[in-house]
């Protein structure tokens, strides 16, 4: 039995106002929950998922009705009050037995769970952190990686002088339950407590290639999404209604959705029930459903949240807009 641990448990601050009426791991980014995706990218030898929920816990149950995703099993654990990262494990220390896999729930990469996984038991470590590279780790947690792919330094968001590396911390890890013997019932952070003390004694970095964004700012999550139109996501679905716009790719479309006369892309996500009327400009920007762009507006690097009206003529640059109702 192989278990997963999804950190869901967030305020998602970063992301307001659109977090206030929806917890961080439902933000749809290129029309799927961020939860979905996450979950999606989990191997499948794994058999059920803890989803450590906390702010609006019950929207997130809502979501998964008591039901799984894909053949996985899918409990979500409801904290009272913010646990932190570690609290969040311990609380489940006595549902958690040999390997699992602890993922946070807004990150989109590429990395190969299933590879690291292997990697970890043939290491046979007490936790293997994915780690990838930056230009600037001031945010993040670095580590000091061995020949061996030991970690001996772990740092949580160092100052640019103490910037040993630019190997940063990609937020999954696969931990054996040793991991209890290093922390108690006041353990709050595994990036500030329980890395630190387990690093020199076990703790194994795991790099990949690819792509990787946290998505838990704008620019961030507008980052996300390019690489994900820029795939699968980038389409213009059967039952859009597309009349008369210059598209520039990478673009996707979903079905209900009504454009005229108007620029869009690239890098914009259009969900479905949304209108945009005639002579708008719409660039890396995302239209959450039913979203209603009036005529010859600018919207840029923003998020139009759900049901959101924005009236003609208007600009909207680097903003998240939502519904004042909602
Ligand atoms: P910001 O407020 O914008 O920083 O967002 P956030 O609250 O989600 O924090 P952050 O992005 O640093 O969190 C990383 C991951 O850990 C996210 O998936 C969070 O949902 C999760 N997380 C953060 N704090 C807690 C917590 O106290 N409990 C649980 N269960 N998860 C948490």
């Excluded at 006369?261 to 719409?282: D, F, L, M, Q, W």
């Amino acid at each position: 039995m192989v278990s997963a641990v999804v950190l869901a448990g967030g305020f998602g601050t970063r992301l307001r106002p659109l977090t206030l009426s929806t917890p961080k791991p439902l933000v749809r980014i290129a029309g799927i929950p961020m939860i979905d995706r996450v979950l999606a990218s989990l191997p499948s030898f794994v058999d059920e998922a803890f989803i450590a929920a906390g702010y609006r816990a019950q929207d997130i149950r809502s979501h998964f009705n008591g039901k799984g995703i894909n053949g996985l099993a899918v409990n979500v654990i409801a904290e009272e009050k913010p646990l932190g990262t570690a609290g969040a494990l311990w609380s489940l220390r006595n549902r958690l037995e040999g390997d699992f896999i602890v993922l946070n729930g807004d990150v989109i990469n590429s990395l190969p769970v299933n590879e690291m996984f292997t990697f970890h038991r043939k290491c046979g470590g007490i936790a293997t952190i994915s780690l990838w590279e930056v230009d600037n780790p001031e945010n993040f947690g670095i580590v000091r990686l061995g020949q061996d792919m030991q970690i001996t330094e772990f740092k949580e968001k160092p100052k640019r002088e103490d910037a040993f590396s630019r190997l940063i911390n990609a937020g999954t890890y696969v931990m054996n339950d040793r991991v209890f013997d290093y922390m108690d019932s006041h353990s709050s952070s595994m990036e500030k407590e329980v890395f630190p003390s387990i690093s020199g004694r076990g703790l194994y970095g795991f790099r990949f290639s690819g792509y990787w964004v946290d998505c838990g700012s704008l620019d961030s999550y507008l980052t996300a999404q390019e690489i994900l139109v820029s795939g699968e996501a980038g389409v213009v679905r059967n039952g859009a209604r597309v009349e008369g716009c210059v598209i520039s790719r990478p673009v996707g479309i979903e079905r209900g959705a009504v454009v005229r006369g108007s620029r869009i892309g690239p890098n914009t996500y259009i969900e479905e029930k949304c209108a945009v009327s005639e002579g708008c400009v719409v660039k890396r920007s995302t239209l959450m459903r039913g979203a209603v762009i009036g005529k010859g507006c600018e919207i840029t690097n923003s998020i139009i949240g759900p049901g959101t009206e924005v009236t003609d003529g208007t600009s909207s640059d680097n903003q998240i807009l939502v519904n004042q109702s909602q």
